[in-house]
């Protein structure tokens, strides 16, 4: 099946969704936020009945009251329920948070609730150092949206990557509980990408990343200023690809399950619309390893090209 606009329907109470987030295991999960709420749905078993009802997640009291910057989800490694961890601010900056999405989330975790790392709140530190350069200008670097990866990459422990205000997407680690309540710090440990503004651009002016993962071997950041989703690999930080969306949408936030892209487009009524990934994607993952004919950087295409992007999605040839 090609690009569909996936019926979605918003509960009454709901401003506008600014993230999404999805997986394929138990559950089917898929979620949204708003500035201030979490809402939550289940993804279609297959493609026949493409429909999204959202409603509003349990209450969650760690997040109650404050400002929203992303969610991502974590499942059960039985392969039970999933839960959502938010990214949030407070009085003393940015905190990640896990929130259930069911009642049935809450019977799950509390079967493995020693053993699962994310049900203490923590801190997201990524000011506190550079990883492998250093981010021009004085203002505070922070996290702006995050992913959680299924291990770090030399298998221990428990990592994330994250886009930050500095656009740049950087890999962090959960340390050990801190002093100040008992909460573990993540920090940085290696640099993906950088985005390089040239000219009059300033960060200003430019929407945020978004980041989510699109496999075990891959990481999905959504560029909504320029219209794409560019596609690095999880271990180099090498760009595998870059997908073209339609123009003519506001995207904001994007998740990946089974076969398929999730994307989230802002206005007066929002609306997900659901892409096929593209099948260099499936190789790579049913073969565990990177894709030979690695897609470079896409230069600016002619004018056609660009009529063909409001049309449908497109990964752009190298």
Known sequence: AGVQKVATSWPHTLE???????SSKAGRSIVATSRFDLYAAQLPDDGTQDSLTFLEAPPCAHIEGQPLLDVTL???RSGGQCMA??????ARGERLSACKISNATAESFGTEGG???FMTASRMNVADSRPDDAAGG???EEATSIAVAEQCQDGSGSCAFVSTTALRVIEVRMGTSSGRQGEPDWFPTRLLQSIKTTGNVGLASLQRLRVSLVDSLHLGVLRPDQHWLDVLSSKSGELVGRWQLPTDKRWVSACSAEASLYVLAAGRDPQVWRFPLPQMLHLAAQNNGMISDVVERAEHRPVQQKQRAKQRAFLIPG
């Open 138 to 140: 004085s203002a505070r």
């Open 115 to 117: 053993s699962f790392p």
């Open 16 to 22: 506008q969704p600014t993230s999404l987030a999805c």
């Open 74 to 76: 974590t499942c059960g």
């Open 85 to 90: 961890l938010v990214l949030h601010q407070d």
